[in-house]
């Protein structure tokens, strides 16, 4: 349900930081857990022990023992806030007093912040007037008991719990379903309330996609909220990780990577961005082997129209994106965290780890993942080379789910590669380039290899171009075919008003490669610079041009401060661009100084 940090967020222990001397945690029993089902009370896992905020990550070790079982499973922790010895460093403590927040505690009576001591929380009846002026009806039917028959409960969260359940009557009698139970007296913030409100309206309108849990109906009275959804009864991708040994061969690996790109992929053209995607969040249909995966827990995630920019720092600590916790982000978010699985499945460990959450963020923000010990060196250079494309702290440089799809390590030709919006915002973007920028696009999409034409070949086609053109209705058909009611509240079709030069053109497949390729995607290339040098000679041939250095600063839109660094990009000789400033022309300057930015 949670929007900013968790939805589950309570503060019922304190553990000292790992490296104090004397440093303690309180030993708790551990009940075995039960079987994961489906989303479970608001964060989305079938467990008796859940962490109570969204950055707790799975603390397995770091390499997988042969033979571990899957149940009960170490992935979750006893709830738990740490208590600082001193001020916590960025981007801690924000996250930190972003979770009280989120509970809805002031500086009253009774609080913990991240360096106190304590460890209450607010009672339901203790809320003040505020509480008891929220709104709790949300306009849901109100006869769940007469429809269905609750059975024994599977999973439990802060908020409420989750259990199975058989349809009375009706396209769903006698058929199990799992119901999600969330309670009203928790719901103490405005802003919890419309978390839960929104989380019903992101599975109710993404319903319909093979990897995605199928939402089948939301009921409400007094005290819950139920939340009717497609029983799965296969248990936790991490179980199945942790049953291997901790490690997939890369055919399974790959098996499970496709799927989860491929609704993410979904998700993406949708505007919805997951948030917390990670090895707990997907269940299996079945018990068997070659079971679909299905992604739960749609509790942290949010609409974001395209060029939108997110700033709630929400997540899991291990799974985490750089940009989440710099607080803008969008969907790249999650490619991130699709990356962080693929690690996993290779190879039995994480790639960023530390005994604390500050210790993790700051390995999220500054360490890159290994990719060199064992047993990296006998996995192939295409794995190696998705994960790093997956991993890469500059989202701009990420690929995007469906451009991960044809990569080569998963490109199959019989499987189809679904719309990405990136190729809107990159076309929206050329229609309003300069002449000089897409001149220079242009000799870049000349030098470009096969394997980045098999993406855009498939976007092509996808918007169906006739005599081999396309033109903003080819946009607009294809968008609007791939439409749900998620899409709708996202208004990611917006977009379409910004393309509407497209109106009065037709782009080639050529002119086509030129608008959608990004510069920064074929930057994190190993192959770069040679693509760079084609293209620049490229460049040279067809679009060089005597320009000066106030144009050329009107050009990338900055001041007169910059000139100083913008006479080495043109040659003294004839006037023209160099390739360094051709290689700044493509990527843009980004001049810190506010000063310097033209006006």
């Known amino acids: 349900m949670g929007h900013c940090c968790s939805k589950d967020a309570v503060v019922d222990s304190v553990v000292k930081d ?21 989303a479970n009370g608001t964060n989305g896992r079938s467990s008796s022990n859940t962490p109570t905020h969204s ?26 806030m740490f208590k600082w ?84 009557k009706g396209a769903l009698k006698n058929q199990p379903v799992a119901v999600k139970i969330i309670s009203k007296a928790k719901m103490t913030t405005a802003i919890s309330i419309e978390d839960v409100r929104r989380e019903v309206k992101l599975l109710k309108g993404l319903c319909g996609h093979q990897h995605m849990v199928q939402f089948h109906d939301a009921f409400e009275d007094d005290q819950n909220v139920y939340i009717v959804m497609e029983l799965c009864e296969g248990g936790e991708l991490l179980d199945r990780i942790l049953s291997r040994g901790g490690r997939y061969t890369e055919n399974d690996a790959k098996s499970i990577i496709v799927q989860i790109l491929s609704v993410a992929s979904f998700c993406h053209l949708q505007g919805v961005v997951h948030r917390d995607l990670k090895p707990e ?54 490619i991130w965290s699709i990356g962080v699985i693929t690690y996993i499945l290779l190879c039995g460990s994480r790639p960023f780890f530390a005994r604390t959450e500050s210790g993790i963020f700051r390995s999220v923000l500054r360490a890159d993942p290994n990719l060199n010990d064992s047993p990296w060196p006998s996995i192939s250079p295409e794995a190696k080379d998705f994960v790093k494309r997956l991993l890469n702290k500059d989202h701009r440089k990420r690929m995007t789910a469906s451009q991960a799809l044809t990569h080569p390590w998963l490109l199959d030709e019989n499987r189809a590669v679904p719309l990405d919006i990136l190729i809107y915002k990159l076309v929206k973007s050329y229609l309003r380039a300069s002449p000089l920028k897409r001149a220079a696009l242009k000799a870049l999409s000349k030098a470009l290899t096969e394997d980045e034409l098999v993406y855009l070949r498939a976007q092509f086609d996808l918007l169906e171009p006739k005599d081999g053109c396309v033109s903003l209705d080819n946009f607009r058909t294809a968008l609007v075919k791939n439409s749900t009611a998620a899409m709708k509240e996202s208004r990611v079709l917006d977009i379409l008003d910004t393309m509407k030069p497209l109106s009065y053109t037709r782009l080639t497949f050529e002119e086509f490669c030129a608008a959608a390729i990004s510069p920064h995607q074929l930057e994190a290339l190993e192959g770069w610079e040679t693509i760079a040098s084609t293209a620049f000679e490229y460049f040279e041939l067809e679009g060089n041009r005597v320009i000066s250095v106030d144009a050329l600063a009107q050009e990338m839109n900055v001041g007169p401060s910059a000139h100083s660094i913008l006479k080495d990009w043109i040659r003294g ?9 051709y290689a700044k022309l493509l990527h843009g300057l980004t001049i810190r100084s506010s000063n310097t930015r033209h006006h």
């Open 281 to 334: 969040n997907f269940l299996f249909s079945t018990k068997n082997e070659d079971s679909p995966l299905k992604v739960i827990d749609f509790g942290l995630s949010d609409f974001a129209r395209p060029d939108q920019r997110l700033n709630d720092i929400v997540g899991s600590a291990y799974y985490v994106a750089p940009e989440v916790l710099h607080r803008s982000y969008n969907v790249e978010a999650d």
């Open 18 to 38: 790992d490296n104090n001397a004397g440093s303690t945690v309180p030993n708790r029993p551990r009940s075995p857990r039960p079987s994961a089902v489906v």
């Open 85 to 168: 010895p001193f001020p916590p460093p960025s981007p801690a403590k924000p996250i930190m007093s972003a979770i009280l927040t989120r509970q809805g505690k002031g500086k009253g009576k009774g609080n913990t912040t991240p360096t106190g001591t304590g460890t209450g929380t607010i009672p339901e009846d203790e809320g003040g007037d505020g509480e008891r002026a929220l709104d709790k009806s949300f306009g849901y039917q109100r006869n769940f008991g007469s429809k269905y028959e609750l059975g024994k409960e599977v999973g439990r969260g802060h908020f409420g719990h989750t259990c199975w359940a058989k349809g009375k």
């Open 573 to 581: 000789t004839d006037g023209k661009l160099n390739f360094l400033g």
């Open 55 to 80: 950055f707790t990550g799975s603390p397995w070790q770091s390499t997988y023992p042969a033979g571990v079982p899957p149940t009960p499973s170490p992935a979750r922790t006893p709830r738990r």
